[in-house]
């Protein structure tokens, strides 16, 4: 069982609970760099799946870049059919990603009992399509598209899993192994398998086709003992389909299951046709909202007063942390801010906040709303006017705080020359670490 005494948050009576916010529970499965426990919302009650990755073992394979894009991929596919990402954290050693928790299991194991009826299959294969036409709108290519990347919630409607991440398997599939880096060959499209430049996109419709071709037969479309044998079926496209097969899913296969990507059916084509419309209901995807206080959705929950808001570890994470830069997907209002950590509690930040200001010549706007937030103004009038400037302490952990410092109004130089010559040397006795400053701890 992981170690996570790190993590906890004041006193737990032998409960697993992370940074004072979720218990962990049972190890739902492993990989070579991630474990994946359940656990449970303190606050809502709410189950999630937590991936825990070692930071030190990404590293050093040289895998961050790919953490990277699965943080940036989820920022951007919010979709009722895509296991959904609520928030990452992280601590010096890990990070945590806490993902919607998918109750139904894999697809996988239902293909594994025989092939599913056509009404079933269709179904299944409308939401997959829904949800990958959505990700390509958004830029964003699966590429390793499987049953076994297919999972069920409790309603029994498909949500598709480890967009950006299927180099870091963390789960155990129903064979009771684990799959290597590149995914399943029997699913992949040959121009990638000929490992030349190709369109995701495309490659990702071949994957389609071939899941759809399982779920109604309940075996692949090209197997063979042999992988070079399989390989060269695949080439060729050389499949055939079982007598059960309606002549219009024969058709939409044949059109999916061209060997060059150019003639290959797109998903535009493949939602007007009538098999496909047959029943059909377009889900209503959403994208995140994008706020100011984006990256701390923790916020948005209801708070302790007896502590301040955690800080969702996105920026935390490129800011602090050597080697793992994050920040160019920030596009919100935080890129002008300034951070800094601190060992000192909240109440002592804000009382040391309170008295900097005051010796700086700005008066205290203090908002009832948030008591870990201080609103600070000059009494001269700059460039634009009044700097105005807001400072708020999040928890990282029981031991750490992060400080955000934020231009409300003025002018950008004067803000970053307050920063620099006035807010640094007035709390250099409660500051562990400035943003961007090198840390050889």
Known sequence: MEDFTDYR??????????????????????????????????????????????????????????????????????????????????????????????????????????????????????????????????????????????????????????????????????????????????????????????????????????????????????????????????????YECPPWFSADTRRLISKILIVDPSRRITIPAIMRLPWFLKGFQRPLAFSIKETEDQGTETEQLPKLKSSPPFYNAFEFISSMSSGFDLSNMFESKRKSGSLFTSRYSASAILNKLDSAAKKLNFKILNSKQNEYKIKMQGISEGRKGKLSVTAEVFEVAPEVSVVEFSKSAGDTLEYKKFCEEDVRPALHDIVWKWQGEDNNT
């Not at 996988?108 to 009404?119: H, Q, Y």
């Open 9 to 238: 948050h004041g006193s737990s009576g032998g409960r697993n609970i992370i940074f004072g916010k979720y218990e962990m529970g049972r190890l739902l499965g492993q990989g070579t760099f991630a474990k994946v426990y359940y656990a449970k919302d303190l606050v809502t009650s709410e189950s999630v799946a937590i991936k825990v990755i070692k930071k030190d073992q990404v590293r050093k394979e040289g895998l961050m870049e790919q953490i990277t894009r699965e943080i940036s991929i989820m920022r951007l596919v919010r979709h009722p059919n895509v296991v959904e990402l609520k928030e990452v954290m992280a601590t010096k050693r890990k990070i945590f990603f806490v993902m919607e928790y998918v109750t139904g299991g894999e697809l996988f194991a239902k293909v594994l009992k025989g092939k599913l009826k056509e009404d079933v299959a269709r179904k299944y294969f409308q939401q997959l399509i829904s949800a990958v036409d959505f990700c390509h709108s958004r830029g964003v290519s699966h590429r390793d598209l499987k049953p076994e990347n297919l999972l069920l919630d409790e309603n029994g409607d498909l949500k598709v899993t480890d967009f950006g991440l299927s180099a870091l398997p963390e789960q155990l599939t129903n064979d009771g192994l684990l799959h290597t880096q590149c995914g399943t060959p029997a699913y992949v499209a040959p121009e990638v398998l000929r490992r030349k430049g190709y369109d995701g996109a495309k490659a990702d419709i071949w994957s389609c086709g071939v899941i759809l071709y399982v779920l109604l037969a309940g075996f692949l479309p090209f197997q063979d003992e042999n992988i070079m044998r399989m390989y060269k079926k695949i080439f060729k496209a050389e």
